[in-house]
């Protein structure tokens, strides 16, 4: 088993930043890759980004590249996604999320095991 437990998320006007947490508890040494997705009101949940559970390698939807980056820091046992630039559209609960069994490390939110509660980010225009 593998607990995540988000935080950071709020309003903000466009344009501005945000930066959300996950810090992940339990088995995490089975953790293959982690990942961010987004939900917002009635569309389906999608991919945002994922980072290798090493944090060597990235991948970013089209939608928020060169805006979003995802990283982690080992010492602080914390997976974070720093939100630049950002637009109305990005408005959403934001998720993280582990994959342990399926270790594919994908962009299918159906490939992850394990999820976090959720936090809202409402960017205001």
């Known amino acids: 088993q593998v607990q995540l437990v988000e935080s950071g998320g709020g309003l903000v006007q466009a344009g501005g930043s945000l930066r959300l947490s996950c810090v992940p508890s339990?088995?995490?040494?089975?953790?293959?890759?982690m990942g961010w997705f987004r939900q917002a009101p009635g569309k389906e949940r999608e991919f945002v980004a994922r980072i290798t559970w090493s944090g060597l390698a990235t991948d970013y939807a089209d939608s928020v590249k060169g805006r979003f980056t995802t990283d982690r820091d080992n010492a602080k046992n914390t997976m974070y996604l720093q939100m630049n630039s950002l637009k109305p559209e990005d408005t959403a609960v934001y998720y993280c999320a582990a994959d342990v069994e399926k270790r594919r490390g994908s962009r299918k939110f159906v490939d992850y095991d394990y999820w976090g509660q959720g936090t809202q980010v409402t960017v205001s225009s």
């Open positions: 339990g088995r995490t040494f089975t953790v293959y890759a």
